[in-house]
T-cell receptor
């Protein structure tokens, strides 16, 4: 069975601090995809990144970076120099069968609070 | 831009009522999904569909059914609403893709309260 664990329920930091959100996954699939979504207070989930299981390169996009380590089944997300606008709930997700066409398995989310 | 539109942002229904939640996407996506989101539980998949008139059960289909008569529209049906179905419901769609899965795009959510 698949599982995504986000052990941090809530994180609170002061603006400009760096923060890392942890994600650990379990799957028996050899090919799979991992995702991060952001859910601001408005409620709509916003796609941030997709990573396939064959690509372990770290990725950086502006202040965001992602560290995928297959050996530890982790896909962690770091925000550098956090800003108040980063406050949101962040979800890590794993593709179900058929590359995700059967939907995603989500973690329970991490509520990130950036204090001014 | 892909747009997934859910018919209602907030809905209040009575126990035992039949409830329809509507979702429309405008990008000709093959795959459509219904999730429910509850505090401390994250998002859980209720049903999904990868073609017109096709439907598959997700992890928590009990008490729900779905309908997909047209490619762009995916409806979630609560046959007899109960208070434990009070939740945030999120619709999503994605392209089938050719070997590579594309990200799912989500609607704004419908917060359903059953009283």
């Amino acid at each position: 069975a698949q599982k995504v664990t986000q052990a941090q329920t809530e994180i609170s930091v002061v603006e400009k601090e760096d923060v890392t959100l942890d994600c650990v996954y379990e799957t028996r699939d050899t090919t799979y995809y991992l995702f991060w979504y952001k859910q601001p207070p408005s409620g709509e989930l916003v796609f941030l990144i997709r990573r396939n299981s064959f690509d372990e390169q770290n990725e950086i996009s502006g202040r965001y970076s992602w560290n995928f380590q297959k050996s530890t089944s982790s896909f962690n997300f770091t925000i550098t120099a956090s800003q108040v606008v980063d406050s949101a709930v962040y979800f890590c997700a794993l593709s179900r069968a058929r590359g995700g066409a059967d939907g995603l398995t989500f973690g329970k989310g991490t509520h990130l609070i950036i204090q001014p | 831009d892909v747009k997934v539109t859910q018919s209602s942002r907030y809905l209040v229904k009575r126990t035992g009522e039949k409830v329809f939640l509507e979702c429309v996407q405008d990008m000709d996506h093959e795959n459509m999904f219904w999730y429910r989101q509850d505090p401390g539980l994250g998002l859980r998949l209720i049903y999904f569909s990868y073609d017109v008139k096709m439907k598959e059960k997700g992890d928590i289909p009990e008490g729900y059914s779905v309908s997909r008569e047209k490619k762009e529209r995916f409806s979630l049906i609560l046959e007899s609403a109960s208070t434990n179905q009070t939740s945030m419901y999120l619709c999503a769609s994605s392209l089938m893709g050719t070997g590579a899965y594309t990200e799912a795009f989500f609607g704004q959510g419908t917060r359903l309260t059953v009283v």
